[in-house]
């Protein structure tokens, strides 16, 4: 039984109590943590998995040797879905696209939304690099087609090419388009598909059960008065405010 489960079920038992909060003593909680039983293995899974979603393609391999814990897609696929997710993050997006048509071209293919994206980023680094006509003719010969065919795609389009109008970005309202925040945002996507077509998990699972984790200590907070954690870093109990 996990963390979350324990505030879960704490929660559930104050409830079908009176309606003032309960105090839930710091020695009692603690007795209740420690009669969690985790199995080292999970959490060894756990970790892994973390690894090799984000790309940590060493880190998981040193892990594996000193753990014995085996990774659930082979390790070197890592490094190719990384090189192609660093390709975006430094602008080069045509050679994302070959990386990625090199590794499986059904990815593009069966993903329109994905390859619009790419060829918007590409769209974007030309506005970047001052290349205004360049950039003026590659919206007109291949995005404004697919734009033509969904609506969506069309008002990213339109928002992308108003960068063209403003000498100076700054003033621009979309300006942002041409923030790193943009490039890791197609990173992500493109990792994402990657991972997808692989048959693996496209996020990692900690993330989401420390999202769940503090939705339980929020609920429960509601209904009682107990030692929480606030700084997921450390997972330190720290008692409630009186």
């Known amino acids: 039984m996990s963390l979350f489960w324990i505030v879960i079920r704490q929660l559930a038992e104050i409830e079908a109590m009176e309606t003032s909060k309960k105090v839930i003593t710091r020695e009692e909680w603690e007795k209740r943590l420690s009669d969690v039983k985790i199995r080292k293995e999970d959490m060894n899974r756990l970790v892994m998995n973390f690894l090799v979603t984000e790309g940590y393609v060493e880190a998981a391999e040193k892990f594996r040797m000193e753990?014995?814990?085996?990774?659930?897609?082979?390790?070197?696929?890592i490094t190719d879905r990384m090189a192609v997710k660093k390709a975006v993050q430094a602008g080069n997006v045509e050679d994302a696209i070959e990386k990625v048509n090199d590794l499986n071209p059904e990815i593009l293919d069966t993903n329109p939304q994905l390859f619009f994206h790419l060829q918007q980023q590409r769209l974007i680094e030309l506005i970047r690099n001052g290349k205004l006509e360049e950039a003026l003719e590659f919206a007109q010969e291949e995005?404004?087609?697919?734009?033509?065919e969904n609506q969506s795609f069309l008002e990213e389009l339109e928002k992308t090419v108003a960068l063209l109008a403003f000498e100076d970005v700054s003033n621009c309202p979309v300006g942002e388009l041409l923030d790193v925040s943009q490039r890791l945002k197609t990173a992500s996507e493109v990792n994402a598909a990657i991972l997808t077509s692989q048959s693996h998990e496209?996020?990692?699972?900690l993330p989401s059960l420390l999202k769940m984790l503090i939705w339980a200590q929020n609920?429960?907070?509601?209904?009682?008065?107990y030692p929480r954690i606030n700084d997921l870093s450390t997972a330190a109990l720290e008692d409630p405010a009186v």
């Open 202 to 205: 496209k996020d990692p699972k």
């Open 67 to 77: 753990s014995g814990t085996d990774p659930d897609i082979d390790l070197a696929t």
């Open 143 to 148: 995005l404004a087609p697919r734009g033509e």
């Open 219 to 225: 609920q429960l907070g509601e209904k009682a008065v």
